[in-house]
């Protein structure tokens, strides 16, 4: 299995480009924010890319080598953005970062993604443009569901089969709570069979507006589907 982390240690820099989603998760903690349309200005993604360069020369001078720097597009749901808007980030990128950060990949740009919708031009500009995905996915119905309330499972398992299709790289992301600790075994089955490198989060605080029926769970049940998870990956699949 393939429940690894990256050889070398990376630098991450989280980039909330937009809350707008087409989900209704039911644990989110942007949940009142989710319908609102404004995206991340290319003058802070300016801003912020220049800073990612500062502070990774800085470090670069102070450790004698250099560290990877993973920029992670988040929401809301990224996908959601036009093809004109990655076009204008990749080419900020090009003209703030040193061509040798571009060509010899230091840079890494991930966008985590609920891969509800997922059409051929956002295949292409993934493969285009080299974007590793993160697939937010729990393999348990009832919480990660649209905004009309219906379920998406199938239609992300269906769409991580394309992705595999096109050979595009990409992660899981599974969250641990009351829907996904009940069935921990079976969901660590199906993540074995897609043999991707998977990130467990623990259920996290949120507004109290969240519909949280079927979700809420102890922390110390948390523990032990962590648990039950390491054990089972402890062994042979």
Not at 147 to 172: C, H, K, W, Y
Not at 192 to 203: E, F, G, I, V, W
Request: aromatic share 10%.
């Amino acid at each position: 299995m393939a429940f690894g982390l990256r050889q070398s240690a990376a630098m991450q820099w989280v980039i909330k480009t937009t809350k707008l989603c087409n989900l209704r998760c039911k644990y989110c903690y942007e949940w009142e924010h989710l319908s609102d349309p404004t995206r991340m200005p290319e003058g802070v993604w300016r801003h912020a890319l220049v800073a990612i360069r500062d502070y990774a020369e800085l470090t670069t001078r102070r450790c004698g080598y250099d560290i990877p720097l993973d920029i992670i597009w988040h929401g809301g749901e990224p996908t959601l953005l036009p093809r004109t808007y990655f076009e204008r980030v990749f080419a900020l990128q090009r003209d703030v970062f040193p061509r040798d950060w571009i060509e010899n990949r230091r840079v890494r740009n991930v966008l985590q993604t609920n891969l509800y919708v997922v059409r051929d031009e956002h295949l292409d500009v993934f493969e285009e443009f080299g974007i590793e995905l993160g697939v937010s996915v729990d393999f348990s119905e009832g919480v990660r569901l649209t905004a009309g309330g219906r379920p998406t499972e199938a239609a992300v398992r269906a769409n991580m089969r394309r992705l595999q299709d096109r050979g595009l790289p990409f992660s899981i992301i599974t969250v641990l709570a009351a829907h996904t600790i009940s069935q921990i075994r079976q969901i660590f089955e199906e993540i074995a069979r897609l043999n991707k490198p998977t990130r467990l989060l623990p259920l996290f605080s949120g507004p109290a507006t969240r519909p949280m029926d079927g979700v809420t769970v102890a922390k110390s049940d948390i523990l032990d589907a962590m648990m039950v998870f390491l054990i089972c990956g402890s062994r042979p699949v």
